[in-house]
C-alpha cells in the first residue's frame, strides 16, 4: 500500500511496513490483479472516518503501483463464477468492524457440534494447499512480491515431507526415513505465562527447532500458533507410526522405499481424514454426496492446476468463525484451574508468532528454547473420542464457536497486532476479508447462488430480509448489503439460517466439496482413484500415536 506521510504521536505507525496492505494474485486468463485492499483514493476519507485518533495520512505523490512481476508464479488462481459489482469500501470496513466486537463474545450464541479441534486440522489442510511465506492465520493471499508461492494445489501433505528425505534432509531422521520430532522444556513454578505447577522434564512434544526457535518443519507457518503445532506435530508422529507397523509386520524395504510407502498409507489415510471425516462435519453430507457421485459443475478439470479463488478468499474462510477466545487445553490450563488457554497464548506459545513486543531481544516460548513441557495438548479435549474402543471421550470437550458472521474479538489482540500501533480497521481479519473480496472482484453470495441454480442445482437460496435479520442489520440495510450480499458474508450467514452454525449451508457446502474432490482426484496419490471405501478419522490417527494426553500420563 502506499507509503503515507503522518505527524509523530503515540499513534506513530507506517502504513508502507502492513504487510496486509497490498496483494497480487495471478489469475487464469486474466493475468496478475494486483492493488491495495483499501483504494488509494479512498485512503483519506478511511481514516478520517474510522481513525479519528490518528494523524489523517497524506498518500505519497509516488507513484505506488509497481509493474507486474516479470515471471509467472507455479501458483495460480482462478474463477468458478464470473466477477461482481463491488460495494464501497467505507461500507464493508463499517461492517467487518461489526462483525468482531467484545459485546459479542460475551453475548455469543454459543458453540456449535464441531470439535474445536478441527479448526486447526482445517488450518493444517489450508496449508497443505496454499503457499505464502508472507501469510499466517488470517491471510493466505498470494504476494508474489515477497515469495513464489509453491505450494501444489493437492492433497498430499507436502507441507509436512517438504521436497522429501534428499531435498529436504533436515526434516528427517539419519535414516531418511523417519520425521524428527523436537522436545519440550521443562517449567517451573511461578514462570511467565501464568502460576504454574512445576514439570520439571523434557517430553519428545514440540516441532524439531533451530537454535533460533524456528521449527523445523516443510511449512513454516504450522509454527504460528501452538494449536496447528501440535496437530502438525501429530502428523509427524504419525508417519513415524506408520514406519514402525511396516517393519514390524516383516518389510524388508529401508531407505527411500520404506519412506515412499509409507508416505503413500499416510497420504491415502490424511485424504480418507478430509473427505470421511473433515468435510463431513463442515459441510452438509448431501452435498458431498452429489459431487462424488454426479461430478463437479464448477472446479472442472481444465483447471486442476489453479486454486478458485472463491474458495480461497471466501469459503474456505469459514474457519475464521470458529476460532474460540479461550480454550480447556490440557491439565494445567483449564477452568478448574481458573487458567484457560487464551487465544493470545497459543499464539505467544509458537516459534512463528509468540514475541508480541518490537523488543528485538525478547524471544518466543518466555525465552525457554522449545515449547513449555505444560504447554503440549491433551487432544481427548480437542476431539471426540467417543467412538474410539478403550479411549474415554474429556468431559471437558471444546467445541468451536458457531459458524456465523461473528469473529472473536481476540483476533486483534494476537502478538503480531500487540507489536503494530494501527487503527482497528488496519489489524481486523473481518474487514480484510471483505476488503480482499472487493479487490478480488468476487461476485455477491446472490450471485453465485443463481449460477448454482442455473447449472441445475436444487436448492432454496437465502433472502434478504434473512441476511438483514441478524447482527448487523442496520449496516446491511444502509448500505444494500442485504440484497448483493459480499460472498464470504452470505456463506456465514447461510451456515446460520440454514444450519445454525453447525454447517456451511447450499452455497458454502458445494464450493467446499467441488474443490477438495477435485484437489485429491488430482492429486499424484488419490485415494479416489485407489481406495475410494478407505474410511479413517483424525481421533483415529491421534489414537494410532498413543499420545494423546501427556501430561495426564504424568500423574
Known amino acids: 500500500m502506499a507509503q503515507l506521510a503522518y505527524v509523530p504521536s503515540e499513534y506513530s505507525y507506517r502504513f508502507k511496513t502492513m504487510k496486509h496492505g497490498r496483494e497480487s494474485y495471478f489469475l487464469k486468463n486474466f493475468g496478475w490483479v494486483s492493488g491495495s485492499l483499501i483504494p488509494l483514493p479512498d485512503i483519506t476519507n478511511v481514516f478520517k472516518k474510522f481513525a479519528d485518533k490518528f494523524p489523517v495520512p497524506v498518500p505519497d505523490?509516488?507513484?505506488?503501483?509497481?509493474?507486474?512481476?516479470?515471471?509467472k508464479p507455479r501458483r495460480i488462481f482462478c474463477r468458478l463464477f464470473g466477477e461482481g459489482a463491488q460495494p464501497s469500501t467505507e461500507a464493508l470496513i463499517e461492517l467487518g468492524l461489526a462483525m468482531e466486537s467484545e459485546m459479542q463474545d460475551i453475548i455469543s450464541e454459543g458453540d456449535s457440534n464441531i470439535p474445536a479441534g478441527y479448526t486447526y486440522l482445517g488450518q493444517f489442510i489450508d496449508h497443505d494447499i496454499t503457499r505464502d511465506d508472507s501469510s499466517d492465520l488470517m491471510d493466505d493471499s498470494v504476494d508474489p512480491t515477497d515469495i513464489m508461492n509453491v505450494r501444489t494445489p493437492a492433497l498430499d501433505l507436502d507441507c509436512l515431507y517438504g521436497s522429501g528425505p534428499k531435498l529436504s534432509a533436515e526434516l528427517f531422521e539419519s535414516d531418511g526415513v523417519h520425521l524428527r520430532v523436537g522436545m519440550t522444556s521443562p517449567t517451573v513454578d511461578g514462570e511467565p505465562g501464568g502460576e504454574i505447577p512445576g514439570i520439571d522434564q523434557s517430553l519428545p512434544n514440540d516441532l524439531p527447532r533451530r537454535?533460533?526457535?524456528?521449527?523445523?518443519?516443510?511449512?513454516?507457518?504450522?509454527?504460528?500458533n501452538l494449536a496447528v503445532a501440535q496437530t502438525h506435530l501429530a502428523f509427524i508422529k504419525f508417519h513415524n507410526a506408520v514406519v514402525d507397523r511396516l517393519v514390524a509386520e516383516g518389510s524388508t524395504l529401508q531407505g527411500e522405499a520404506l519412506y515412499e510407502k509409507a508416505r503413500r498409507q499416510v497420504v491415502f489415510l490424511y485424504q480418507s481424514i478430509v473427505l470421511k471425516d473433515f468435510l463431513p462435519r463442515l459441510i452438509e453430507v448431501d452435498v458431498l454426496k452429489d459431487v462424488l457421485t454426479y461430478g463437479r459443475k464448477f472446479y472442472t478439470d481444465d483447471l486442476a492446476e489453479c486454486m478458485p479463488i472463491e474458495f480461497s478468499v471466501a469459503a474456505y474462510r469459514l474457519g475464521h468463525s470458529m476460532i474460540r477466545t479461550v480454550y480447556e487445553w490440557n491439565r494445567v490450563f483449564n477452568s478448574d484451574q481458573e487458567r484457560q488457554a487464551t487465544l493470545d497464548l497459543l499464539f505467544e506459545f509458537s516459534g512463528g508468532?509468540?514475541?508480541?513486543?518490537?523488543?528485538?531481544?525478547?524471544?518466543?516460548?518466555?525465552?525457554?528454547?522449545?515449547?513449555?513441557?505444560?504447554?503440549?495438548?491433551?487432544?481427548?479435549?480437542?476431539?471426540d473420542f467417543s467412538g474410539i474402543p478403550d479411549i474415554d471421550s474429556d468431559p471437558t470437550l471444546n467445541f468451536a464457536r458457531q459458524i456465523d458472521a461473528r469473529l472473536s474479538f481476540a483476533l486483534k489482540t494476537l502478538p503480531e497486532f500487540q507489536r503494530m500501533n494501527l487503527p482497528d480497521f488496519m489489524i481486523s481479519l473481518a474487514t480484510r476479508n471483505l476488503l480482499r473480496g472487493r479487490l478480488m472482484k468476487l461476485p455477491s453470495g446472490q450471485a453465485v447462488a443463481q449460477a448454482m441454480q442455473n447449472a441445475g442445482l436444487k436448492f432454496t437460496p437465502i433472502t434478504a430480509a434473512e441476511i438483514a435479520n441478524g447482527p448487523h442489520s442496520d449496516i446491511l440495510l444502509k448500505h444494500g448489503l442485504d440484497q448483493q450480499t459480499?460472498?464470504?458474508?452470505?456463506?456465514?450467514?447461510?451456515?446460520?439460517?440454514?444450519?445454525?452454525?453447525?454447517?456451511?449451508?447450499?452455497?458454502?457446502?458445494?464450493?467446499?466439496?467441488?474443490?477438495f474432490v477435485g484437489l485429491i482426484?488430482?492429486?499424484?496419490?488419490?485415494?479416489?482413484?485407489?481406495?475410494?471405501?478407505l474410511r479413517f478419522s483424525m481421533p483415529e490417527l491421534l489414537a494410532a500415536v498413543d499420545d494423546l494426553n501427556p501430561l495426564g500420563n504424568l500423574g
Open 353 to 383: 508468532s509468540g514475541v508480541r513486543s518490537a523488543n528485538p531481544e525478547d524471544t518466543p516460548f518466555f525465552d525457554k528454547p522449545t515449547v513449555p513441557t505444560n504447554w503440549i495438548v491433551d487432544w481427548t479435549r480437542l476431539y
Open 486 to 515: 459480499p460472498l464470504w458474508y452470505y456463506i456465514l450467514r447461510e451456515a446460520k439460517i440454514r444450519n445454525n452454525g453447525n454447517k456451511l449451508g447450499p452455497v458454502g457446502s458445494r464450493i467446499i466439496a467441488e474443490v
Open 521 to 533: 482426484a488430482n492429486s499424484p496419490i488419490s485415494v479416489l482413484k485407489e481406495n475410494q471405501d
Open 61 to 71: 505523490p509516488i507513484d505506488p503501483s509497481p509493474g507486474d512481476p516479470p515471471t
Open 211 to 224: 537454535e533460533d526457535m524456528s521449527a523445523i518443519i516443510g511449512d513454516s507457518r504450522n509454527d504460528e
